[in-house]
T-cell receptor
Framework: ELKVEQNPLFLSMQEGKNYTIYCNYSTTSDRLYWYRQDPGKSLESLFVLLSNGAVKQEGRLMASLDTKARLSTLHITAAVHDLSATYFCASMNYGGSQGNLIFGKGTKLSVKP | DTEVTQTPKHLVMGMTNKKSLKCEQHMGHRAMYWYKQKAKKPPELMFVYSYEKLSINESVPSRFSPECPNSSLLNLHLHALQPEDSALYLC?????????????FGPGTRLTVL
């Protein structure tokens, strides 16, 4: 059974600092998704990583995937308050039930001035 | 049109009521999903429809009844719910069940069961 673990679960950052959120998954998978959720809102798709070594960047966020280590990272550069939200990573069983997206518990990010 | 819409945004119902949640997308997607999200928890998959046929039912109680009338619409019929069913219900869609396709989420329906 696929399990997805994120750490840290809570992250308080100062504006302008850099930090990384880690996402480990337990079984073979070559796809990893990152979503952002603001309080009381829906999930916004940030990145779709579909191969080993994939790296994608959007603004101050950069995501990468290492399928051999079963690890994805979400790196935050020079954080700003607008990045405050909960970030989820998610994966699927390779060859398993298609559509069964398994989420990590989420990382609640708070960026303070 | 690149969004998934859901109605209503908020719903309060008693345990004896029957209500329905609606989801619509006009992106030509052939896979649609219902997720349940409790406060401070990640979303959990409930149902998956592929080409208007139920593909996955994650052992959801029968008081939740999904329906896919056509390729653009997905309903979730609710009957005799319990207070613990209070949650954010999210609808999502993707091009198809190919797992390389990302899922796009609607704004959700905040359900409260009294």
């Amino acid at each position: 059974e696929l399990k997805v673990e994120q750490n840290p679960l809570f992250l308080s950052m100062q504006e302008g600092k850099n930090y990384t959120i880690y996402c480990n998954y337990s079984t073979t998978s070559d796809r990893l998704y990152w979503y952002r959720q603001d309080p009381g809102k829906s999930l916004e798709s940030l990145f779709v990583l579909l191969s080993n070594g994939a790296v994608k960047q959007e603004g101050r966020l950069m995501a990468s995937l290492d399928t051999k280590a079963r690890l994805s990272t979400l790196h935050i550069t020079a954080a700003v308050h607008d990045l405050s939200a909960t970030y989820f990573c998610a994966s699927m069983n390779y060859g398993g039930s298609q559509g069964n997206l398994i989420f990590g518990k989420g990382t609640k990010l708070s960026v303070k001035p | 049109d690149t969004e998934v819409t859901q109605t209503p945004k908020h719903l309060v119902m008693g345990m004896t009521n029957k209500k329905s949640l609606k989801c619509e997308q006009h992106m030509g997607h052939r896979a649609m999903y219902w997720y349940k999200q409790k406060a401070k928890k990640p979303p959990e998959l409930m149902f998956v429809y592929s080409y208007e046929k139920l593909s996955i039912n994650e052992s959801v109680p029968s008081r939740f009844s999904p329906e896919c009338p056509n390729s653009s619409l997905l309903n979730l019929h609710l009957h005799a719910l319990q207070p613990e069913d209070s949650a954010l219900y999210l609808c999502a869609s993707s091009q198809d069940l190919n797992s390389y396709n990302e899922q796009f989420f609607g704004p959700g329906t905040r359900l409260t069961v009294l």
